[in-house]
C-alpha cells in the first residue's frame, strides 16, 4: 500500500463500526490526517474483531487533532482490538523523536505510550504539538491550519505613482509596522514561542484511558532537558530543566528550573486552573533581563542583581504571593547601591511593599506603599485605582536626592524628609515636608558652597 489516505482508511480498520468503542475513541482523537504506505500482512477472520494487522508502516503529514509532523513511522500490530506501536519514529523538520505505546483493545479503553528526544529542535517539537503561544500551553481549541490559498492580502503600494510618492508611501508603512511592533512589545514583552531555538533531550510518559463519548483522561510524566535556547531578541537560556507530574487538571513542577548562565530561576510546586501553590526561587537575575518589563519612562536606571524567594497561591483568575527582594551589587543612575530589600505582599490586583534602600556611608531610606496592579492573564481587577506611596529619609540619607538630579548635590549636614504619594498612577498627588539644619549643598550653577 502507498500514500493511500489515513481518513479514508480508518473507515476499513476491523473493529470500526459505526458507534463502536473504537470509533468513539478515534473520534476523541480529534481530525486524523495524512498519507500512509505500509507492507503489511493481514489476517482476515470471520470475526473482523478477531482478524491481525502486523507490519511496518509510514504515514507522511501526519495530524492527529493539533498534532502534526513530517514523517511518522514505525512497527504496528494490532490483534484481537489491541494496538502496538514499536521502534516508531517521529520526524519533523531536523529532528527525530522515538515512539512506543499501546492502546488496548475493546474490552478495555487504558492506553499508553513513551516519547523519547535526544537532541531535538524545540523549533521543530512545539510546531509539531501545535504550540505556537504562551497561551497555547493553556490548551483549549487546537488551532486550525490552513493552506495559503486562504490567504486574503491587500495591496498597500501605488505601482502608478512617481517614485517621490512611492517612496512616502514606503516611509508611511514602515512607520506603521514600527507602531505595531511597539503595540505588540508593550501587550507582551515576551516573544512568542515560535521565535524559541535550541535543543531539547529526555523522555515523556503518557497513560490513560479513552472512555466513549468523553474527552481522554491521561497522565502524563516528564523529564526533560532543554540547552542553549534562544528566545528571539530576548536572552540567551544555558539550561532548562522540567521535572514533574500532569494528573488530573493539575500540573505538578519538581522543579522548573532556567540557567540562565548569569543567574536562574526556579520553580517548584502545583499549577491548576482553581488553586496555585508553590515557590519561586531568583537568584543573581541581571535586572538588564528584566528591563523589558519595567515602565519605559521609569527616572532612575537601575543595574545589579536580584535574589528573591517568593510564596505564590490563590489561583489563575485570582493569584495571591508573598515575598522578599534583594538587590546585590546594585547601582542607581550609576551610583553605588550598599543594599536594598523589599518585602511585599499581593492580593485581589493590589500590591502592598515596604523597602529599605541604603546608599554607601548614608543612613537607609524607608519606602512603603501600595499601589494597584492588575496582571495580564488574571481575571480579577483592583478594587481601587488609588495609590498609596510614604518614603522617610533624614540625615546622610538626604544624599539620595543625588540620584535623581545632577544639578544639586547634597554634601552633608542634618535633615529630615517625609514624602506622601496618593491620587492615582496617571494622576499622583505629591505631599511633603523638609527640615534641614546646618546643610551643605552643591550646585552646578554655584561652584561655591
Same mark, same amino acid.
Given at each position: 500500500?502507498?500514500?493511500?489516505?489515513?481518513?479514508?482508511?480508518?473507515?476499513? =480498520?476491523?473493529?470500526?463500526?459505526?458507534?463502536?468503542?473504537?470509533? !468513539?475513541?478515534?473520534? $476523541?482523537?480529534? +481530525?486524523?490526517?495524512?498519507? @500512509?504506505? #505500509? $507492507?503489511?500482512?493481514?489476517? &482476515?477472520?470471520?470475526?473482523?474483531?478477531?482478524?491481525?494487522?502486523?507490519?511496518?508502516?509510514?504515514?507522511?503529514?501526519?495530524?492527529?487533532?493539533?498534532?502534526?509532523?513530517?514523517?511518522?513511522?514505525?512497527?504496528?500490530? %494490532?490483534?484481537?482490538?489491541?494496538?502496538?506501536?514499536?521502534?516508531?519514529?517521529?520526524?519533523?523538520?531536523?529532528?527525530?523523536?522515538?515512539?512506543?505505546?499501546?492502546?488496548?483493545?475493546?474490552?478495555?479503553?487504558?492506553?499508553?505510550?513513551?516519547? !523519547?528526544?535526544?537532541?531535538?529542535?524545540?523549533? !521543530?517539537?512545539?510546531?509539531?504539538?501545535?504550540?505556537?503561544?504562551?497561551?497555547? &500551553?493553556?490548551?483549549?481549541?487546537?488551532?486550525?491550519?490552513?493552506?495559503?490559498?486562504?490567504?486574503?492580502?491587500?495591496?498597500?503600494?501605488?505601482?502608478?505613482?512617481?517614485?517621490?510618492?512611492?517612496?512616502?508611501?514606503?516611509?508611511?508603512?514602515?512607520?506603521?509596522?514600527?507602531?505595531?511592533?511597539?503595540?505588540?512589545?508593550?501587550?507582551?514583552?515576551?516573544?512568542?514561542? #515560535?521565535?524559541?531555538?535550541?535543543?531539547?533531550?529526555?523522555? @515523556?510518559?503518557?497513560?490513560?484511558?479513552?472512555?466513549?463519548? /468523553?474527552?481522554?483522561?491521561?497522565?502524563?510524566?516528564? $523529564?526533560?532537558?532543554?540547552?542553549?535556547?534562544?528566545?528571539?531578541?530576548?536572552? @540567551?537560556?544555558?539550561?532548562?530543566?522540567?521535572?514533574?507530574? %500532569?494528573?488530573?487538571?493539575?500540573?505538578?513542577?519538581?522543579?522548573?528550573?532556567?540557567?540562565?548562565?548569569?543567574?536562574? @530561576?526556579?520553580?517548584?510546586?502545583?499549577?491548576?486552573?482553581?488553586?496555585?501553590?508553590?515557590?519561586?526561587?531568583?537568584?543573581?537575575?541581571?535586572?538588564?533581563?528584566?528591563?523589558?518589563?519595567?515602565?519605559?519612562?521609569?527616572? &532612575?536606571?537601575?543595574?545589579?542583581?536580584?535574589?528573591?524567594?517568593?510564596?505564590?497561591?490563590?489561583?489563575?483568575?485570582?493569584?495571591? +504571593? =508573598?515575598?522578599?527582594?534583594?538587590?546585590?551589587?546594585?547601582?542607581?543612575?550609576?551610583?553605588?547601591?550598599?543594599?536594598?530589600?523589599?518585602?511585599?505582599? %499581593?492580593?485581589?490586583?493590589?500590591?502592598?511593599?515596604?523597602? /529599605?534602600?541604603? =546608599?554607601?556611608?548614608?543612613?537607609?531610606?524607608?519606602?512603603?506603599?501600595?499601589?494597584?496592579?492588575?496582571?495580564?492573564?488574571?481575571?480579577?481587577?483592583?478594587?481601587?485605582?488609588?495609590?498609596?506611596?510614604? #518614603?522617610?529619609?533624614?540625615?546622610?540619607?538626604? +544624599?539620595?536626592?543625588?540620584?535623581?538630579?545632577?544639578?544639586?548635590?547634597?554634601?552633608?549636614?542634618?535633615?529630615?524628609? !517625609?514624602?506622601?504619594?496618593?491620587?492615582?498612577?496617571?494622576?499622583?498627588?505629591?505631599?511633603?515636608?523638609?527640615?534641614?539644619?546646618?546643610?551643605?549643598?552643591?550646585?552646578?550653577?554655584?561652584?561655591?558652597?
Amino acid at each position: 500500500m502507498r500514500d493511500f489516505p489515513v481518513a479514508v482508511l480508518r473507515s476499513v =480498520i476491523p473493529g470500526v463500526r459505526e458507534a463502536s468503542p473504537l470509533e !468513539n475513541r478515534l473520534n $476523541n482523537l480529534g +481530525a486524523i490526517a495524512g498519507d @500512509i504506505s #505500509a $507492507n503489511l500482512v493481514i489476517d &482476515l477472520a470471520e470475526n473482523l474483531t478477531e482478524s491481525s494487522v502486523v507490519g511496518d508502516v509510514a504515514i507522511s503529514q501526519p495530524r492527529v487533532g493539533s498534532f502534526a509532523a513530517d514523517v511518522l513511522q514505525g512497527r504496528i500490530r %494490532y490483534e484481537d482490538g489491541a494496538f502496538t506501536l514499536r521502534e516508531g519514529e517521529l520526524r519533523q523538520g531536523e529532528s527525530s523523536i522515538s515512539l512506543s505505546g499501546d492502546l488496548q483493545g475493546e474490552g478495555s479503553s487504558q492506553f499508553q505510550f513513551q516519547i !523519547n528526544f535526544d537532541r531535538a529542535r524545540i523549533e !521543530n517539537v512545539l510546531p509539531a504539538l501545535g504550540i505556537f503561544d504562551l497561551q497555547d &500551553l493553556a490548551g483549549g481549541t487546537p488551532p486550525t491550519l490552513t493552506g495559503a490559498e486562504t490567504l486574503q492580502t491587500v495591496s498597500v503600494g501605488l505601482p502608478e505613482s512617481s517614485l517621490l510618492t512611492q517612496l512616502r508611501r514606503f516611509s508611511e508603512i514602515e512607520a506603521l509596522l514600527q507602531q505595531q511592533r511597539h503595540q505588540q512589545h508593550q501587550a507582551s514583552p515576551l516573544p512568542p514561542l #515560535a521565535a524559541l531555538n535550541g535543543t531539547i533531550s529526555g523522555n @515523556i510518559e503518557v497513560s490513560g484511558s479513552l472512555q466513549p463519548g /468523553t474527552q481522554p483522561a491521561f497522565n502524563v510524566s516528564f $523529564n526533560l532537558l532543554g540547552q542553549d535556547w534562544v528566545w528571539g531578541n530576548f536572552t @540567551i537560556i544555558d539550561e532548562v530543566v522540567a521535572q514533574g507530574t %500532569y494528573d488530573n487538571g493539575v500540573l505538578t513542577l519538581l522543579p522548573l528550573r532556567v540557567d540562565l548562565g548569569e543567574g536562574a @530561576i526556579a520553580f517548584t510546586g502545583q499549577l491548576e486552573q482553581e488553586e496555585l501553590s508553590g515557590q519561586v526561587r531568583v537568584t543573581a537575575l541581571p535586572l538588564s533581563l528584566i528591563k523589558p518589563f519595567l515602565p519605559p519612562q521609569s527616572p &532612575l536606571e537601575v543595574a545589579g542583581r536580584l535574589n528573591a524567594l517568593v510564596t505564590v497561591a490563590g489561583s489563575l483568575e485570582n493569584p495571591r +504571593a =508573598i515575598g522578599e527582594v534583594a538587590l546585590v551589587e546594585g547601582s542607581v543612575n550609576d551610583q553605588s547601591v550598599e543594599s536594598a530589600q523589599l518585602s511585599f505582599s %499581593y492580593n485581589d490586583a493590589r500590591l502592598n511593599f515596604g523597602s /529599605t534602600v541604603l =546608599i554607601a556611608q548614608t543612613q537607609p531610606v524607608e519606602i512603603t506603599g501600595s499601589i494597584p496592579l492588575a496582571l495580564p492573564f488574571a481575571a480579577v481587577v483592583p478594587q481601587s485605582d488609588r495609590i498609596s506611596l510614604q #518614603a522617610n529619609v533624614q540625615d546622610e540619607g538626604l +544624599a539620595l536626592l543625588n540620584l535623581f538630579t545632577d544639578q544639586v548635590t547634597w554634601v552633608k549636614g542634618q535633615g529630615q524628609l !517625609n514624602v506622601q504619594v496618593q491620587g492615582t498612577l496617571n494622576q499622583p498627588v505629591v505631599m511633603g515636608k523638609a527640615v534641614v539644619e546646618n546643610a551643605t549643598f552643591k550646585a552646578q550653577a554655584l561652584p561655591e558652597r
